[in-house]
């Protein structure tokens, strides 16, 4: 058996059902064997650094092993960005590259490159593989450091000949089982005695209790304390749960900052959040003064970053949370009264065509339970301020590692880890010109995404910044504007161009949503009013002074 053949049988076994990348010489060989193997699917992508986005939100949604697949080289390098943005999502992603045959190395042969140190920064762990008996138990080894502890990326890079080398006597391993991080008890019930004596207080909830909501609005219920969400963790619970009051950080709304800023909450319980600084308001000093604050995280680097901490508790979010809820429970919680929770008013459309109004309507006209893959744009401080959470886990939103197009890939990687759930991703014109060809992947998989790009000709989160810092913006980030629906249909998608909010009606947005694949939306819109980036205006304008 080849080696890389023993490697995909392994991957098989872990229950993986795609590999995203883009086919070469030096990955010929894992390529050939996907031949005969029907049960993984290769997703060739236009652009490996598309293809690692994809793996990570697959990653994501299917809470599972992902794979990402780049050649010697200019393969290799397109696929750390993604690697970088999978590190900081905490996502188990296994990055293969091919490399040159080990008796060239050093002879400056065709795409040589020693990706190993490349990648070693932004993952868990990386290597370069020698000897063909080696490739699986690398592999093997790599994966196990993917999925144990804190859940991050991977690197392995696979010399041609090493890939093609025969091994005998092959055992593949049975999927490795992750051990949990269990919280040290008599830390848990100190937090519940500290709560719990505790008259006032808010939850701020990061991205890390993605998978342990129900227990979140539980421990919620008990306390009746207010829950804050940062950016990333938009759309993990539906704005009518009555004890939510909104989003604090970049682009978050005003309520949430004047609970932060002048309310009187004397515990911040802080869950699943590295307190970053798009979480925190460009790190607002008021987020924990005077606060008893409580950090649990299954990552212990965070604690103590920049905010003092009374007690930090490492352990996976969901025993955690089990645990307080039980010790909350038996000191007699919940209290009977507590004050009602202020929430965020909400927005009432207009007929001006501007960006919130068009989001507004746009999700008026798609499925509640529509998950929104949100790019790096103007637009996306729109989305975060102004979009309804109407369903559970319905947004995406990259703003922690900010890769301008990673949302369109999102959007692919979501809908093949989700078949069931409808996906729309909202992107602009400047994402949509670095990975915007991957509606042509999404077309070759029949997948149907709806693909919504705000077009305003410019590079509009650069220009707003460059206003509010400077005065002035350069004359290059404005461009020449091109019709994206027209690219679209020259590519055989079908496509709409709105020009005016009447257009953004049922008729067309449901005739997009009917076509068995991809489509296109163009929102043609040149907004100048400033994007509601919360703080982060104050802190742009600031420089210079």
């Known amino acids: ?200 207080g808010y939850i701020f909830v990061g991205q890390g209790i993605r998978n342990s909501v129900d227990q979140l609005l539980e421990l919620a219920d008990l306390l009746n304390w207010p829950i804050l969400t940062t950016p990333q963790a938009k759309g993990l619970i539906p704005e009518e749960h009555p004890l939510l009051s909104g989003v604090f950080g970049f682009a978050g709304h005003e309520g ?88 965020q008013p909400a927005y009432v459309p207009t007929d001006e065509y501007n960006t919130q109004n068009v989001l507004k309507n746009l999700q008026k006209h798609l499925p509640a339970d529509t998950r929104y893959t949100v790019d790096i744009g103007e637009f996306m401080s729109y989305v975060i301020n102004y979009m309804n959470v109407l369903d559970y886990n319905t947004f995406d939103i990259n703003v922690h590692f900010g890769a301008m197009g990673s949302g369109i890939s999102s959007a692919i990687g979501a809908k093949l880890a989700d078949p069931d759930r409808p996906v729309a991703c909202i992107t602009g014109d400047g994402c949509f010109f670095m990975h915007g060809m991957e509606i042509l992947t999404a077309k070759e998989y029949k997948l149907p995404i709806l693909f919504v790009v705000m077009n305003n000709a410019r590079l509009g989160m650069v220009y707003h910044g460059h206003e509010l810092q400077y005065k002035r913006s350069h004359a290059t980030f404005m461009q020449q504007e091109i019709s994206i629906a027209a690219m679209a249909a020259a590519m055989g998608i079908p496509s709409f161009r709105v020009d005016e909010l009447g257009d953004l009606n049922r008729d067309t947005v449901r005739s997009l949503l009917n076509t068995g694949g991809p489509a296109v939306l163009e929102i043609a819109l040149v907004d100048n009013n400033t994007p509601p980036m919360g703080d982060r205006v104050k802190f742009l304008s600031s420089f210079g002074k």
Not at 299 to 314: A, H, M, N, S, W
Not at 326 to 341: C, D, F, N, Q, S
Request: proline letters at 7%.
């Open 1 to 200: 058996m080849k080696a890389v053949r023993a490697v995909l049988e392994y991957l098989k076994g872990q229950g993986v059902r795609h590999i995203f990348g883009v086919p070469a010489g030096s990955v010929n060989a894992l390529f050939d064997q996907l031949i005969e193997m029907p049960e993984i699917t290769p997703i060739v992508t236009k652009h490996e650094g598309a293809a690692s986005y994809m793996a990570a939100a697959y990653a994501k949604y299917s809470n599972q092993l992902s794979i990402a697949i780049g050649c010697s080289g200019p393969g290799s390098t397109n696929l750390v960005t993604g690697a970088a943005n999978a590190m900081r999502e905490h996502l188990p992603v296994l990055f293969l590259t091919g490399a040159v045959p080990v008796n060239t190395v050093g002879l400056n042969a065709s795409q040589e490159l020693d990706a190993d140190p490349v990648f070693r920064p932004v993952t868990k762990y990386s290597v370069t593989v020698r000897e063909s008996k080696d490739l699986l138990p690398e592999v093997v080894k790599a994966v196990e450091i993917a999925l144990s502890g804190v859940p991050g990326p991977v690197h392995v890079a696979m010399p041609i000949d090493v890939q093609q080398g025969e091994v005998s006597q092959v055992t593949i391993p049975e999927p490795p089982q992750r051990a949990p991080i269990v919280p040290d008890l008599d830390t848990i019930k100190r937090v519940a005695q500290e709560l719990a004596k505790r008259e006032s």
């Open 256 to 343: 949430a900052s004047s609970l932060i800023n002048e309310g009187d909450g004397q515990a911040l319980l802080i869950l699943g959040s590295s307190l970053g600084e798009t979480a925190t308001n460009n790190w607002n000093a008021n987020l924990t003064k005077n606060r008893f604050c409580v950090q649990m995280d299954f990552d212990q680097t965070v604690f103590g970053r920049k905010y003092e901490i009374d007690i930090p508790v490492l352990g996976d979010m969901n025993l955690s949370l089990m645990f307080l809820l039980e010790e909350l429970r038996g000191l007699g919680l919940p209290k009977a009264g507590g004050k009602a929770i202020a929430k």
